[in-house]
């Protein structure tokens, strides 16, 4: 079985994030890029049902520019076989990301694909959703537990109030809540050893897919920044900062 993972370049998530100056976007100049948490789950996923003799190869796909090789060879270190870079310059909404997975799914089958709940950037959660929709696959959102067999995926999903089972007929499309697993870290022969498995270039052309920009982004602002606290020597100086200074009671 091959299953197929979509895995993002993103800010580091120990990063403070900077607003450009014009507030036209997140300022990314000399800033960490990591492979982003969910996807990272994703991937240590599928190299678990590799590892349970359930997966036969593991395929990571990316869609960015050049930079994003680098966490395509981190999903290598960590296991994967090959990868998959899709050629992009600049922001690529998610429409058009999953236009470009649902190519990638044509060419080469995969039974299983695993995408992260969500890009810590962007912060969209719903690539996976457009993805299932464009393939006619079943999906299954927010995993917290996978198990394949049989060509179906057997999957426990966090909503609200508890967990609910779901059972998917493969092909199919699981997105990873934070519960799923928790990953490896790659150790240095794998790193090294990543270096030389495969990684192919497309071009969004050679996919087929015309890309359209469906979206502008407008302003970007950083969060309003918070007053400084002050002590107070006693309950009473409390209530009577609460009552007359800060109105809250
Ligand atoms: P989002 O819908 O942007 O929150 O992203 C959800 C998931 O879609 C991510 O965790 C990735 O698995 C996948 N994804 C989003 N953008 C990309 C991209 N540029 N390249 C590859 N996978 C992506």
């Given at each position: 079985m091959k299953v197929l993972v979509a895995v993002k370049r993103v800010i580091d998530y120990n990063v403070k994030v900077r607003v450009k100056s014009d507030g036209s976007d997140v300022d990314l100049a000399n800033t960490k890029m990591a492979l982003n948490p969910f996807c990272?789950?994703?991937?240590?996923?599928?190299?678990?049902?590799?590892?349970?003799?359930?997966?036969?190869?593991?395929?990571?796909?990316?869609?960015?520019?050049?930079?994003?090789?680098e966490q395509i060879r981190t999903a290598l270190a960590l296991g994967a076989d090959r990868g998959i870079q899709i050629e992009s310059e600049g922001a690529v909404d998610s429409l058009s990301v999953a236009k470009l997975l649902k190519a990638v799914v044509a060419e080469e089958q995969p039974e299983l694909v695993i995408l992260g709940k969500q890009s810590i950037d962007s912060d969209n959660n719903q690539t996976g959703q457009m993805l299932a929709a464009l393939t006619a696959m079943p999906q299954a959102t927010f995993a917290s537990e996978l198990k394949v067999a049989d060509g179906k995926a057997t999957v426990t999903r966090e909503v609200d109030g508890g967990l609910q089972t779901l059972e998917l007929t493969l092909p199919a499309v699981v997105t990873t809540d934070l519960r799923l697993n928790e990953p490896r870290y790659a150790s240095l022969p794998n790193i090294m050893k990543a270096k030389r498995k495969p990684l192919d270039v497309k071009s969004v052309a050679e996919l087929g897919v015309e890309l359209k920009n469906n979206m502008k982004t407008l302003k970007v602002e950083p969060p309003a920044e918070r007053q400084g606290g002050i002590m107070v020597s006693s309950v009473t100086e409390l209530v009577e900062k609460l009552q007359n200074e800060a109105k809250a009671i």
């Open positions: 990272e789950i994703a991937v240590e996923e599928a190299i678990r049902l590799k590892e349970q003799g359930v997966a036969s190869e593991v395929v990571v796909v990316s869609v960015g520019d050049k930079a994003c090789q």
